[in-house]
């Protein structure tokens, strides 16, 4: 599963609601339980966000904070 999560301040400029999509993202992810997720634009408080549903203890993480300069990230979680 590939998820092009978009930032708060990118979905707060277009009007959408950003903690609805982390909930429904959250839940396409226990819906499909699939073995690998590669998530685009993560800031540390939706990598924060992330971290509190159940299905994230069943999963490793990596991810390129360390690597990027943009304050967004990319992680790749697998089974």
Same mark, same amino acid.
């Given at each position: 599963?590939?998820?092009?999560? /978009? &930032? ?7 009007? +959408? !609601? /950003?903690?609805? +999509?982390?909930?429904?993202?959250? +839940? =396409?992810?226990?819906?499909? #339980?699939? #073995? ?5 634009? !993560? ?13 994230? &203890?069943?999963?490793?993480? /990596? #991810?390129?904070? *360390? *690597? $990027?300069?943009?304050?967004?990230? =990319?992680?790749? !979680? +697998? $089974?």
């Amino acid at each position: 599963m590939t998820y092009n999560v /978009w &930032k708060q301040e990118v979905t707060d400029r277009f009007g +959408r !609601v /950003w903690p609805e +999509r982390i909930e429904a993202i959250g +839940r =396409l992810v226990e819906e499909h #339980d699939p #073995d690998v997720i590669f998530f685009q634009e !993560v800031t540390p408080n939706i990598y924060q966000n992330f971290q509190r549903f159940n299905w994230w &203890k069943y999963y490793e993480c /990596w #991810d390129s904070s *360390e *690597e $990027t300069t943009g304050g967004d990230f =990319l992680i790749v !979680v +697998r $089974t």
